[in-house]
């Protein structure tokens, strides 16, 4: 007769577990066709078919969160860019720098709107500027949750050329591409030396006359120095470097050439950043003579700066940073010859 196991009677005499049980290889579990009882009288081999085409709400709610986020993030007034801040700006104006990012990266032209803080593009921005204006550097930055910061480095070309009787502007050529203004009565002092010599001598009928005289003196007149109005010229026409040559011609023609060599026009022109930029001093005006015996600068503290344009300007600021380090000029600072300095 064949011996016959009930499915229960493992679970009734199954060896009991040790504490090192753990450490043997677990059986694997055989799966049993579920009790009758237990059935429910389900047919365990039907295979159960989804229905398709079922609408679940639950799959709905995480996409239309997402969405209402992404909606919320783009339309929302707090995130829109609401002010421009300017740094570096000396010539081209702030307000045109305005109008164009305005024009061109904030004003909504789609469905979704240009001045969010999230969509606007920064290098886009900066290489506009440096397209359309004559800039060294342009740096954008944005600061949460609603500013635009806008660095800029202007590139000098131009200057403002003094011949004492007019003013004009020169290009990198040397050659003056436009008129300014003729050079005011104001600009005008009367020497020192002459002023004292006036008057120590006795009122005398010349000498009142000079005196009431309301004509324009000249240049080159002995009793008369011409002092650039340099803040005037900046606030006028630019922030431009202001040469006022002392042998200048008597008349200057718009697109007259030659009048400056290129050379010293650049040189002047890296002179007028690099003093600032060393943190220096701030060139007023610089006078030139004889373009071979360098210029003079005339800057905003107690001494003046003799140096050469047409040379290297880089050991000469060198130098100059040195001797306003370790001493006290008051009148000037001569950097023309190499390594040999003087001040005083």
Do not use: C
Request: net charge positive; proline share 6%; aromatic share 12%.
């Amino acid at each position: 007769m064949r011996y016959f196991r009930p499915q229960h009677s493992f679970r009734e005499y199954q060896p009991k577990k040790r504490w090192w049980s753990f450490l043997k290889r677990k059986p694997k579990v055989v799966r049993t066709l579920p009790r009758l009882e237990t059935m429910n009288r389900v047919n365990p081999f039907k295979k159960q078919t989804e229905r398709r085409g079922s609408f679940s709400l639950k799959k709905l709610i995480l996409p239309a969160l997402l969405v209402l986020w992404l909606g919320l993030v783009v339309y929302l007034p707090y995130f829109k860019i609401k002010k421009i801040t300017y740094s570096g700006l000396k010539i081209v104006k702030q307000e045109e720098i305005e109008r164009i990012i305005n024009q061109n990266f904030l004003t909504r032209k789609k469905l979704l709107p240009a001045n969010n803080y999230f969509l606007v593009s920064t290098n886009k921005i900066a290489e506009h500027l440096k397209d359309v204006f004559s800039l060294n550097t342009v740096q954008v930055k944005k600061i949460f949750p609603g500013v635009l910061s806008v660095e800029v480095e202007e590139k000098i070309s131009t200057i403002i050329y003094d011949n004492g009787h007019q003013y004009f502007l020169l290009d990198q050529n040397g050659t003056a591409i436009k008129y300014l203004r003729d050079v005011g009565e104001k600009e005008f002092t009367l020497n020192r030396a002459h002023q004292a010599q006036v008057a120590g001598l006795k009122t005398t009928t010349s000498s009142v006359a000079l005196a009431a005289s309301s004509t324009l003196p000249t240049a080159t007149s002995t009793a008369w120095i011409h002092l650039p109005s340099y803040a005037s010229l900046k606030r006028e026409f630019g922030d431009y470097p202001v040469v006022y040559d002392l042998a200048g011609p008597t008349t200057t023609a718009e697109r007259q050439t030659n009048i400056l060599k290129p050379e010293m026009i650049q040189g002047i022109i890296d002179i007028y950043n690099a003093l600032p930029k060393g943190k220096l001093a701030l060139a007023n005006y610089f006078t030139v003579d004889n373009p071979g015996a360098g210029v003079v600068v005339h800057t905003n503290q107690a001494w003046k700066v003799f140096i050469q344009p047409l040379e290297d300007i880089v050991p000469q600021m060198a130098n100059l940073k040195i001797v306003v380090s370790n001493n006290r000029p008051n009148e000037y600072i001569d950097v023309r010859f190499g390594e040999r300095v003087y001040w005083k």
